[in-house]
């Protein structure tokens, strides 16, 4: 498979794929201990086939990102793939996918994937995961977009996190609308369908430059 080089802005593709929204899903590149985290991931996968909608991830074969992109192109889902170049052997470069961009830094993985994208959703992770969830909630937050994100809480795995997050606002550090931002539930379908009500409304123009 030929491995298409990042284009400029100009030649990039539409958000949107042809039969419905383009999703950009963060998670592990782990399969972590419990086999209810990795089928969650495939039924992510497998609902952007039900939907019509496309994946956007890190690109990578291993963990729950091997999951959920595997599921969806089982289920007919087009699967972009954006990792860096230094993560190719790391995070095990899938090449399997629709499109299989690899670029330079995490910066420009980040911003690709949200610029290919109408919304986004976390899964369970590590770092990494909660890094990309917080940065694109803050985008959201600063008016770089206007997208959608979610959170899937399954098993309670983001309980803690929630959590925090609820004290934060008590003591006044996050106000209640930027809580009211992400959209929770532990259900894949659940929050799939509230992710597609939410995301026609998503009409701004996005702005990345300011990252």
């Known amino acids: 498979m030929t491995i298409p080089t990042l284009p400029s802005p100009a030649q990039r593709l539409p958000t949107t794929a042809a039969a419905g929204l383009s999703l950009c899903v963060y998670c592990a590149?782990?399969?972590?201990?419990?086999?209810?985290?990795?089928?969650?991931?495939?039924?992510?996968?497998?609902?952007?086939?039900?939907?019509?909608?496309?994946?956007?991830?890190g690109g990578?074969?291993?963990?729950?990102?091997?999951?959920?992109a595997d599921a969806a192109l089982a289920a007919g889902a087009p699967v972009i793939?954006?990792?860096?170049?230094?993560?190719?052997?790391?995070?095990?470069g899938h090449t399997g996918l629709t499109e299989l961009h690899v670029v330079e830094t995490m910066?420009?993985?980040?911003?690709?994937?949200?610029?290919?994208?109408?919304?986004?959703?976390?899964?369970?992770?590590?770092?990494?995961?909660?890094?990309?969830?917080?940065?694109?909630?803050?985008w959201r937050q600063l008016g770089y977009h206007?997208?959608?994100?979610?959170?899937?809480?399954?098993?309670?795995?983001?309980?803690?996190?929630?959590?925090?997050?609820s004290r934060a606002v008590d003591l006044g550090f996050v106000t209640p609308a930027q809580r009211a931002l992400l959209q929770v539930d532990g259900s894949p379908q659940a929050l799939l369908r509230r992710l597609g009500e939410l995301a026609p409304a998503a009409t701004a123009p996005d702005d990345y430059s300011r990252t």
């Open 146 to 165: 206007d997208k959608p994100i979610g959170l899937l809480n399954v098993d309670g795995y983001f309980d803690a996190l929630l959590d925090f997050v």
């Open 29 to 57: 590149s782990r399969v972590g201990q419990s086999p209810t985290l990795a089928q969650a991931a495939r039924e992510i996968g497998r609902g952007l086939g039900r939907l019509g909608w496309q994946l956007v991830y």
């Open 60 to 68: 990578g074969r291993a963990g729950l990102m091997g999951e959920v």
């Open 107 to 138: 910066h420009e993985r980040k911003r690709l994937m949200a610029e290919r994208s109408d919304a986004f959703v976390a899964l369970p992770g590590g770092l990494g995961t909660l890094e990309e969830l917080f940065e694109v909630w803050t």
């Open 81 to 92: 793939g954006v990792i860096p170049r230094s993560l190719m052997s790391r995070e095990l």
